[in-house]
């Protein structure tokens, strides 16, 4: 972790450096792409990586904290981190029965019906995560997953006749980056197969 947050913090901060980066991250090292990548979420706009240089006179630029990165070092041991198609992910550990208890899967696909992701995710799959949702419950395991407004009100017809052994929560979320539009509150839909208490971490106080 110190290695990766002095590599990160020795480069200077620099627009051409985080075009650069984005453009040779795939044809990196490990070590390298690890430092273009904590590069990169320092220095574009709302730590997307693929997003333009988000240096300003109003913004200083940040500075990689080898503390958050042994304490993340910490938690992922032993983590699977997957890069698969959602499909193949859910069918691997979200449908199986394990001898420890019920397995938890968290569920944050691109939010139905929001425009901005980098790759488009359409209405369709949204409807095959219902169905896996279903096959979630049951297996005898847990599901939660956080969606936009629309997906809450969409999410039950899809669920079909499974729909009574899943709970819609709203909850109030304040959007303060993005297009000036589309800043302000708003409500986003928590749909899982267990009820949740009012209080639940961050995410509901």
Known sequence: PTELADA?????????????????????NLFERAVMFGYL???????????????????????????????????????YIECQDFREVL???????????????YLDPPYLQTEGYALKFPEEWHQEIAAWMVKIHESG?????????????????????????????YVDVDY?????????????AVISNFPLQQKQGKLFT
């Open 141 to 169: 395991n847990l599901v939660l997953m956080t969606n936009s407004y629309a997906a809450g009100e969409a999410y039950p017809r899809w669920l079909g006749s499974a729909k009574h052994n899943f709970h819609v929560t």
């Open 176 to 188: 303060t980056l993005g297009h000036a539009e589309s800043r302000g509150a708003r409500q986003e």
């Open 41 to 79: 979420s320092l220095h574009s706009y709302n730590g997307l990586v693929w997003k333009p240089y988000a240096g300003s006179a109003h913004q200083p630029p940040g500075r990689a904290d080898a503390s958050l990165f042994a304490q993340a070092a910490s938690r992922l041991e032993g983590v």
């Open 91 to 105: 069918e691997r550990y979200s449908v199986k029965q394990v001898a420890a208890g019920p397995v938890f899967t």
């Open 8 to 28: 990160i913090n020795a480069l200077p901060s620099s627009r051409v450096y985080q075009r650069w980066f984005q453009r040779e991250y795939a044809h990196r």
